[in-house]
């Protein structure tokens, strides 16, 4: 509401636009300030008032890089607060890790679930192409086969793999905090450098709690007595906090506790306050990002205004060009909508009845691994089948006889796990667990590969992010699977974020925004 003197500026930007396209070239050039003025009796948007013109409301700059933590950006050596998580079997590869990385973005090698000589390949490759740009590899929690966790650590450390994003612990294990420890350093100040980069990803209050506080002091002890750190790096451990960064997972593709975000960010900072008041001011803060349900800008938007440092997508990548699944699936994911999702058994915890949240549309594997779960819960194993389960199973679902499915299964069992073997020898139950899982490990497989003979079958984690990215995405340029690149997406995703983000400001002072400046636009361009 002042009247401003007249500044330097071109003809262009102190041009006043009242008509609904002009006001949005200027709302959606982020990287200038753009005032609501009146100037000659009408109101309108401009880059720079006019001589003369009186303001009525002004938003600044808002490139996308503004979003969240600038601290996140420089402890990451990143350009946005933005990150792509892991994810298994390496759909989150070295093409997707390599691009996202190359476009200045943080991204997970999704290494869980693969075996060792591909992990060794894929980080070297890694390595190879970026040198010191960012990426980070995922290391997964894996308390019934604790040496994969030994496997990836060690492979992080041969290929100097600077960030983890560490997953699904509900403890801390001595490979993580060895992880962390062998990269703690003195700096010349005084202080510790941490090179070992740990983000945490959590959806639950003690699990948060842990990586916001120092190793445990038993686990360094042993690892110092051990040999396996230093007693120097023993001695700086508690010093630092376990990670750098905690992703908050809501309600995502995959395994998820499918928390909404809105309860579980603001409940996860509060730890991180509590957990930064007891352990004092010396202790570097830790970033904590928002995961779940994220592919829209609106929801992007919504996360670093709940106060997440940083975001994490997941869903909206498997869709991406650079994604390691069949066009297939990712032409399947393209057609889905925000409903399409469900909970089915996971192949990793089927006995303990732990779900993951996967594709519901275009598949029917949720409805047959459901049919495998209530079967195994209601009978005491395979010869326990009544003959109608039986045959429902082998014609339907295995697509071949439950004795054939036994045998590849204790083929794999006898080289990978000999104790499960033995155990699935012994025990009916068990050996019914391990023919069932044979099936849904092959449904992740067989969408990944596409496999079009059983594409009913198909196991494709997602979660109601993707339907959101494709209902924004309809009718422009990045509904079509061909056109989305892992780093456009995530730069739309970002830009749009913050346009809604300033014209969000603009509305809180009052200012009323005409339908076609509402939205951050999308090209629609072939
Ligand atoms: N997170 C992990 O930490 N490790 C994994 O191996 C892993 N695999 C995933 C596989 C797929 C296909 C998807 C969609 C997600 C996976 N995730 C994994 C979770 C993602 O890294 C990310 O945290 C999550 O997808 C974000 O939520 P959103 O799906 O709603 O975007």
Redesign the pocket.
């Known amino acids: 509401m002042t009247a401003v003197p007249a500044r330097t500026a071109t003809p262009a930007a102190t041009a006043v636009h009242s008509d609904p396209e002009g006001v949005y070239r200027v709302l959606s050039l982020l990287e200038t300030p753009c005032h609501l003025v009146r100037s000659g009796g009408r109101a309108g948007m401009c880059h720079v008032p006019p001589q003369g013109a009186e303001v009525l409301a002004t938003a600044g700059a808002m490139p996308p890089e503004r979003l969240g933590s600038s601290d996140f950006l420089r402890r990451h050596g990143v350009r946005l607060p933005y990150m ?6 390496g ?2 590869g070295t093409r997707l890790v390599a691009a996202l990385s190359r476009a200045g973005l943080l991204a ?1 090698f ?4 693969l075996p060792e000589a591909r992990i060794d390949a894929a980080l070297g490759e890694l390595a190879r192409q970026l040198g010191d740009r960012p990426y980070a590899c ?1 290391l ?1 929690h894996s308390p019934a086969a604790p040496h994969l966790e030994r496997i990836v650590v060690d492979l992080c450390l041969r290929h100097r793999v600077r960030c983890v ?1 560490a ?2 612990f509900v403890r801390l294990t001595p490979e993580l905090v060895r992880y962390r420890l062998t990269g703690l350093r003195r700096d010349r100040a005084g202080g510790v450098r941490a090179e070992h980069v740990v983000i945490g ?1 959590v959806s639950r209050e003690e699990t948060a709690e842990m990586f916001l506080r120092p190793a445990p002091e038993a686990l360094v002890r042993m690892l110092r007595d051990q040999g396996r750190v230093t007693a120097e790096q023993a001695g700086l451990a508690r010093a630092v906090p376990m990670a750098d960064a905690v ?1 908050v ?8 506790d499918r928390r909404p975000l809105t309860v579980l960010l603001p409940a996860l900072a509060r730890v991180r306050s509590r957990v930064a008041r007891q352990c004092g001011d010396g202790m570097p803060p830790v970033h904590m990002g928002a ?5 829209t800008p609106h929801a992007v938007a919504a996360a670093f205004a709940l106060g997440a440092d940083y975001v ?7 869709a991406a060009v650079e994604a390691d699944t069949s066009e297939a699936v990712k032409r399947l994911l393209a057609q889905a909508g925000i409903a399409d999702y469900v909970m089915a058994p996971a192949a990793d915890m089927f006995e303990q009845g732990v779900q993951v949240q996967v594709l519901g549309r275009g598949t029917m594997f949720p409805a047959r691994a459901g049919l495998l779960y209530r079967l195994y819960h209601e009978h005491g194993g395979l010869d326990e089948l009544p003959d109608t389960e039986r045959q429902r199973l082998e014609k339907r679902v295995l697509r071949r006889s439950l004795d054939r499915t036994w045998q590849d299964t204790a083929a794999y069992l006898k080289e990978h796990h000999p104790d499960w073997l033995a155990r699935a020898e012994r025990d009916p139950k068990h050996r019914m667990a391990m023919v069932f899982r044979w099936y849904l490990g092959m449904t992740s497989r067989w969408a990944v590969t596409g496999a079009p003979d059983r594409a009913g079958d198909w196991q ?7 339907g959101a990215f494709n209902a924004w995405t309809s009718g422009t340029a990045l509904a079509a699977p061909a056109r989305r690149e892992a780093a456009v997406m995530a730069e739309h995703l970002m830009r749009g974020a913050a346009y809604q983000t300033r014209t969000g400001h603009l509305r809180a002072t009052g200012v009323r925004i005409p339908t076609a400046g509402a939205e951050y636009r999308l090209p629609v361009e072939p």
């Open positions: 792509a998580g892991a994810m298994a079997g759909i989150a997970a999704g290494a869980a679930g995922n997964i994003e997953s699904a990803k992703t997972e809501a309600d995502s593709g995959g395994h998820t995961a779940g349900g994220i592919g994490v997508t997941g869903s909206v990548n498997q494709v984690w997602c979660g109601p992010a993707m």
